[in-house]
């Protein structure tokens, strides 16, 4: 087998071990929270919703746990058990963002949560008896809070890091180009290295602009 | 095709990719979940949000570490922890390559032998507890070895081919180097070395483009200030000046006590002896040790000038952290030259040997390594399912009242994983206290960081140390926010009288001193601390956590120190008990002597306060068998025998500590003390007159004054 095609296989096998690891974890975190739920243990069931989504896979048991802690969370607001269900609205809030990548999983379950979320903290900071006016107005500064856009931005920060990669990497290249291993055969060593260095140029610039802006 | 098993073909090499490969999947099956402690959760916020990390800022390991977080597989610190993984995996694979270099071992010994030596030390490496567990959790170490295999690599291919291009690749990996941990530097000299005596020709111009490429890569120190300058919610130091940068870079904070290990003599000499009967694992020094030095022998013959370069980047490695023993991460560089060259020793050996052409005899004998050694570490290597870390922090902070404010020390690591990764509770405001106590080394509290809290408009550089803080916490609880902060003098020793216990690992400010804590609140308080800490134990395997011991178990020493500042000395001691009977007897002990040395220390002072001075004695003294240098403890003892009326051991311990610490003021106070029980009101003057110029509280030294000036006028005729 040649070194690059072995190299290749041991990638894919690494890759798929990883999913398939997150899957299972996934797949057993969500069996126990099911559990927990079916004794009405809502705050163990949420624990165990919570590690799940931390096995976040796209379209995986993760995402079924955030859909059914959602549902719990709603369930349990709707009961009036405010604490419990602020804190599975919340988490299932931030167990998407914790597994956030260049894209957030699930977006609409967690605009589902928000307002719901935001509602009950508003509701704990003033008490039962405040005017609707009240809690209206805080209901929205805290939604507002929560829809803030995370930061890093997604754009610059991948700007930074392909802009990282490229102008190390065409340190790296310039440098074997323009030394090669048998240096008598070459006549002009710029003549084949200068790509490196526009692409040294571009990835710099790239990556202090991803800095700057992300 | 031949193959491993069955060995029919004598010819059989194996790749790196059939040792790394079950690497890999050990280390992903035992890797840490999500955030560890303290410096794991802070490396996996700075390379989540492209933060400044502690100094000297680690911008290497951010930025590369920030590629693997695109991949969408799992929560962003698990990806953040495999990228630990992949980085001792890499770096395996170099070790591979650099141990089957022809040029360097010679000609006859065969392709095999080098194959099976190099899988063989691989696999031994990445099985150590130090690798594995620096693979399983975010941490700077696994890439740090990385970029040095590699510098090793080019050095190895520039001397063994004449090409330049190796040369000033390796500059430009040591630039990036220095970029993920600042100890690289210490390297330089014999690096230095290593070039002069290999390069023949044209050093000048060679010397400075070598300069050239290592500034290149030195440049990722740019991220420093272009982040400080985008303020992102984690970071440290704030470098966005040149003098911000030069501090954080040169880690003025700390850079003393980094030193410490080059200034104190016999102290050193004590670490050493620890490092070699303790530190490093004895089957190094059996079987370890002698194929080092075959290795070495052997690279010797064909490139001397390279061992004296190995062997002193080895040596610097193991001398600068020589005084924290306890932590084998940082001897990592020098585990990895020595198991470079026992795999050239190793080599060697195979040649010799008729094992070295029987591939099912060394395939088997790996495997079985593998399997025997993972049968044996993995109860204590497996932290895939402590979620601690995690979830422990996190308790307190989701039980926060909407909009609180937090001033926090150990949990702010942790709190900024929580909102910065996971945006949990972003409408509560995460203060670090050390940003108000010492803003010159940390990041300056503004109105712009915090838009929801009531920053005073103070010229904050200027303000008296705590001062700032005071107006801060007063200013909010009039706006009625609710303001928390876990266990932690803030360097003031004035605001636990205005704490109260609140949520198990955070006490909340109240608006009015509290002179006196009610026994149900301090009932309260343990109870909630025991029952947190027995349901962690029941369900989590608590004290197996690594990392625990410099972190949880340190809040629990600050919370015992709030209930002995509030003189509930019974509390304080319930929670250091607690702590003790939690790490068992001394057989079963997994926690570090300096913190069994604290924790007898502790309990001790507090005997002391509770005037059982027998027991605070021998409280001292087992603190003192665990490290002899404490001066807290030998003062303390000294204190103990002084109230107990035994003064010549009073005087031989308090005598003892003045050698231990540059300002003993506590020890010089209490020789006074020994002197004027003698009857000596001379010498006993000179003492507390020396005391007193050492030390800060305005109180201590008017009850000198007053001692003073009770001798002078016993001492008028």
Redesign the interface.
């Known amino acids: 087998m040649k070194?690059s095609f072995?190299?290749g296989l041991?990638v894919i096998?690494?890759l798929a071990?990883?999913?398939g690891?997150?899957e299972y974890?996934a797949g057993r975190e969500l069996d126990l929270a099911r559990q927990a739920r079916a004794k009405s243990d809502h705050e163990t069931a949420v624990?165990h919703y919570t590690?799940s989504?931390?096995?976040?896979?796209?379209w995986g048991s993760a995402e079924t746990a955030a859909g059914e802690m959602l549902e719990l969370g709603l369930y349990l607001a709707r009961r009036g058990q405010d604490a419990e269900a602020a804190?599975a609205l919340?988490r299932v809030?931030?167990?998407l963002?914790?597994?956030?990548?260049?894209?957030t999983?699930r977006p609409d379950l967690i605009a589902q949560a928000e307002p719901i979320l935001a509602r009950l903290?508003?509701k704990?900071?003033l008490g039962p008896a405040a005017s609707p006016k009240d809690m209206d107005r805080l209901t929205g500064r805290?939604l507002e809070?929560?829809r803030?856009p995370?930061?890093?931005g997604l754009g610059p920060?991948?700007a930074?890091?392909l802009g990282?990669?490229l102008w190390?990497g065409s340190?790296?290249g310039f440098?074997?180009r323009?030394?090669?291993?048998t240096p008598a055969t070459i006549r002009s060593p710029w003549r084949r290295a200068w790509p490196y260095a526009f692409f040294w140029a571009l990835g710099f610039a790239l990556w202090?602009g991803g800095?700057?802006?992300? | 095709m031949p193959t491993l098993l069955t060995g029919r073909s004598k010819g059989f090499t194996p790749g790196p990719e059939l040792v790394l490969l079950p690497l890999f999947f050990l280390y992903l099956v035992t890797a840490l979940p999500a955030i560890g402690w303290r410096d794991n959760s802070e490396f996996a916020v700075t390379a989540f949000s492209l933060g400044v990390a502690h100094p000297a800022g680690f911008p290497t390991y951010s930025l590369l570490t920030k590629v693997l977080t695109f991949l969408p597989l799992a929560g962003a610190p698990f990806r953040i922890t495999l990228a630990s993984a992949l980085y001792s995996l890499i770096c395996l694979y170099i070790l591979y390559r650099m141990i089957i270099y022809a040029p360097t071992i010679g000609p006859d010994e065969s392709t095999q032998s080098r194959s099976w030596a190099a899988a063989g030390t691989i696999l031994v490496f990445g099985l150590t507890s130090t690798l594995w567990t620096n693979s399983t959790e975010a941490e700077v170490y696994s890439l740090n070895i990385l970029f040095l295999a590699g510098l090793f690599y080019c050095a190895l291919r520039w001397t063994g081919e004449g090409r330049d291009a190796w040369l000033y690749a390796g500059a430009f990996l040591y630039g990036l180097a220095a970029g993920n941990h600042g100890s690289v530097g210490f390297y330089l000299p014999g690096l230095l070395f290593y070039f002069l005596f290999q390069a023949r020709r044209d050093i000048p111009r060679r010397l400075g483009l070598i300069a050239f490429f290592f500034l290149l890569g030195f440049s990722v120190y740019l991220y420093l200030p272009l982040r400080a300058d985008a303020n992102p919610a984690f970071d440290f130091g704030h470098p966005n000046t040149w003098d911000r940068l030069l501090m954080h870079l040169t880690d003025r904070k700390d850079s003393e006590a980094h030193f410490v290990a080059a200034r104190v003599g016999l102290k050193f000499l004590d670490h050493l002896w620890i490092f070699i009967s303790q530190t490093a694992p004895p089957v190094f020094w059996i079987l370890g040790l002698p194929l080092t030095l075959i290795g070495a022998w052997r690279l010797w013959r064909r490139d001397w000038p390279l061992v004296i370069f190995l062997a002193y980047a080895s040596a610097i490695n193991i001398f600068f952290f020589l005084h924290w023993a306890a932590d084998l991460s940082n001897y990592l560089p020098a585990f990895l030259i020595a198991a470079y060259l026992a795999g050239l020793g190793g080599s060697w050996l195979l040649s010799r040997s008729a094992l070295g052409s029987s591939p099912l005899l060394l395939g088997s004998a790996l495997a079985l390594i593998f399997i025997a050694w993972v049968g044996l570490r993995l109860p204590v290597q497996d932290r895939s399912r402590s979620f601690i870390p995690l979830e422990s922090y996190r308790a307190d902070f989701e039980a926060l009242p909407p909009e609180a404010i937090t001033i926090t020390g150990h949990q702010w690591f942790h709190q900024r994983a929580y909102q910065d990764i996971m945006r949990l509770r972003e409408d509560v405001t995460v203060i670090l206290s050390s940003d108000f106590v010492w803003p010159q080394w940390f990041n300056p509290v503004t109105p712009a960081r915090f838009p929801r809290a009531d920053v005073p408009p103070d010229p904050f550089f200027e303000a008296e140390k705590g001062e700032y803080l005071k107006k801060f916490v007063r200013a909010n609880l009039e706006q009625g926010r609710d303001i928390y902060c876990e266990p932690f003098d803030l360097g003031t020793r004035v605001f636990y009288t205005h704490l109260k216990p609140a949520l198990p690992f955070n006490l909340k400010f109240q608006p009015q001193s509290v002179e006196k804590l009610q026994p149900e609140e301090v009932q309260s308080a343990l109870n909630q601390l025991r029952r947190k800490l027995e349901k962690e134990l029941e369900s989590e395997g608590l004290v197996e956590e690594v990392g625990l011991h410099a972190h949880y178990i340190d809040l629990m020493f600050r919370y015992a120190q709030f209930f002995e500042r509030h003189r509930e000395i019974g509390a304080s001691l319930a929670i250091l008990r607690f702590l003790e009977d939690m790490f068992g007897p001394a057989g079963t002990n997994t926690m570090w002597p300096n913190y069994r040395a604290r924790l007898h220390e502790g309990i001790g002072h507090n005997l002391l306060a509770a005037g059982r001075y027998g027991e605070a004695a021998v409280r001292f003294e087992a603190a003192i068998a665990l490290d002899r240098y404490d001066y807290v403890a030998w003062a303390n003892l000294g204190l103990a025998r002084l109230k107990e009326n035994q003064l010549e051991p009073a005087r031989q311990a308090l005598e003892q500590a003045l050698t231990l610490d540059p300002k003993p003021a506590e020890a010089l106070y209490n020789l006074g003390e020994y002197y004027r029980k003698l009857n000596q009101p001379r010498t006993a003057r000179q003492y507390y007159a020396r005391a007193r110029e050492l030390v800060d509280s305005p109180q201590t030294k008017a009850q000198i004054d007053q001692i003073l000036t009770e001798l002078d006028k016993a001492a008028q005729p």
């Open positions: 070194p072995r190299l041991s096998i690494a071990a990883v999913a690891v997150v974890r624990n590690r989504l931390n096995w976040h896979l796209p804190l919340s809030r931030s167990g963002h914790g597994a956030r990548s260049f894209y999983p903290m508003a704990s900071r805290y809070i929560m803030q995370a930061r890093p920060a991948l930074a890091s990282f990669l190390t340190v790296l440098v074997f323009f030394y090669p291993k202090l800095l700057k802006w992300s």
